[in-house]
């Protein structure tokens, strides 16, 4: 798509990339006040904000040298929808737009600011991150922080204390006061005791995200020229996925933005919301229109699945909001046969064999390929790998499981990391015979990280000679992929020198704290040496490393924002969803989710030999309310 750089008139400006946006999406693309959009899946949110991006820059309504910050939940979601902007603004103006996660976009704060921190709440500049679980918080309330003083309470008045609420309550559920607890309850004594050990007592601080959330936000109450300096660098902020934003992010946001001239865009499906055991809010779309004057504005259209499968969605959706508006369909069906069927199999050996061989013949006949796919699951992916993955190797399909963890960090995640994307980026630059495409990305990638602008032709011209004299140096080192763990992570080591490990520290600053560089680069050389096996040559090698031709499977959770043309949900039945009555909104949430990733087809599968199906029956008559039939497969 051809891209802009040239300054144009708001009234000139068009959507780039798509035909047309529905009324209201263009409204908000243009709106100059804040405003909370509320929309089903496939609506076009993201889009929307990637659209809002390009008339904002564009047209020069973000003015330079203000910024656009958008925060997004997941890494995927944040490097989605700044991989949209570059698609479609010139770099010059892609450059202010800055895409990352809520947490990344905390932790930078205490990065840079958190030293100005008063004492009693200032952590360690090398600070650790760390991910408590509910055991921890037991052990620490019954047993390690003792006996709150007489004057606060008893021991029998912590242990009256549910493990959950300390955390969602009492640790990070309200802003820090600046001087501490005054009168403390016991649980307030016994989270201020777990702040101040956690912040001063061990070899380095250790901290959560939800607490890096809440200094933070600490931080910019009491540091008015930190907070001044946000609020001038951002004319507009986006927040995807909004209905899952915690109070500790939403408390951040309203310190920093509250009352000024940042423009806020919220956007957002309450009907996906399935983060509540991660503390999202309730309605955080109340909260932000009270308090930011947000205006709702709504879509109406469904540009990803298929009419028949809208009509479906339409059903579940009704099961989560009986006011759900039904949506319009804007793509054609092109699939024969059921858009959405239950498949009932005899054994999961069977289930394995015969969605491979369906997967493979759908491929051809469809033209598709094995990323056109998803086999999602409710939980513990590896167990349904271990059964899938033979079967799937049998007709052809190499399958992989993203939710599964190589060294440190999970294969999803890995493959998002900036440090993972550059190492591959550079050898496939150096090693791929017609290279053109990876040349601008790298040259664009390393342009950035030494502060190099698109218009400085000199020092462009040094990158690229630069980097041309290093795809040489490389590959006549490395002239097939590696044999050892030692020779990938020398190969990682000496792209990093290459690109320069403090420039990357400096422009991604969690890579310098807590050892996570080196846990990246360690989890990519295994992978690299993994994706190397059987003496196939680089290009087969990158292409296995970023599972090119591999059908993904992957959790629910992980699944969200993501599209496929056919999603196949293996196992529903009470013993993946066994969970279900207990928060049986957010079950059915994860359903929905799950169902919308679908363009065009969506498929069940159950085994009784994996459980029964009275638990989720709800979920079943759903289903059968839309007209979905159940096979007997055996
Ligand atoms: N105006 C449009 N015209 C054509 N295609 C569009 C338009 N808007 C979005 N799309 C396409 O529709 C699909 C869904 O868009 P997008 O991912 O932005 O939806 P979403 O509302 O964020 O979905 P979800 O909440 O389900 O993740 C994408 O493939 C996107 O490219």
Redesign the pocket.
Known sequence: MAVLSRRVRPDDWK?VG?????AN?LKVVRSANNRSVI??????????LAQRAAYLLQTGTAPAPRRILAISFKRDAATNLAARVRQRCHRNHAGRFDSMTFDAFAKSLIDRFGQALPERWRPRPDYEIIFPNDRDYRDFLYQTVGTPPASVGTYADLQAIAVKTFERRLLVGSPLPLGGWSNPTPGQWAADRLWQTSLHEGKKSVLSFPMIGRLAELLLRVNPMARDALRLTYSHLFM?EFQDTTQIQYDLVRTIFLGTDTVITA?G?NK?QIMRWAMAMDDPFTAFDSDFGGKRTPLY?N??SSPELVRIQHVLAQALDARAVAPVS?TAGTIAGDSCAIWDFSTPEVEADRLAAFVAAEMKTHKLGPRDFVLLVRQKAADYAAVLEPAFATAGIPLRNEAGTVGAVMLQELLAEEASELVVAILRLATTKRAGRYWTDCQEALAALRGVSPDEEAAQARLAGELDAYAIKLTAAHSSPPKSKAVARSIMDDILAFIGRERLIAVHPAYGQGGWLDKVLDAAALHLLASSAGGIDWPSALDAYEGVHAIPLMTIHKS????YHSVIFVGLDDGAWWSFSNDQIEATAGFFVAF??AKQRVLFTYCARRGTRTKIATLYSLLEKAGVQTFSIT
């Open positions: 959507p798509v035909d047309a946006l529905e999406a929309a089903g899946p496939g609506a076009g949110k993201t889009e929307l995807d956007v499906d996906q259209n540009y990803r804007k969200k924002g993501l599209e919308t990733r």
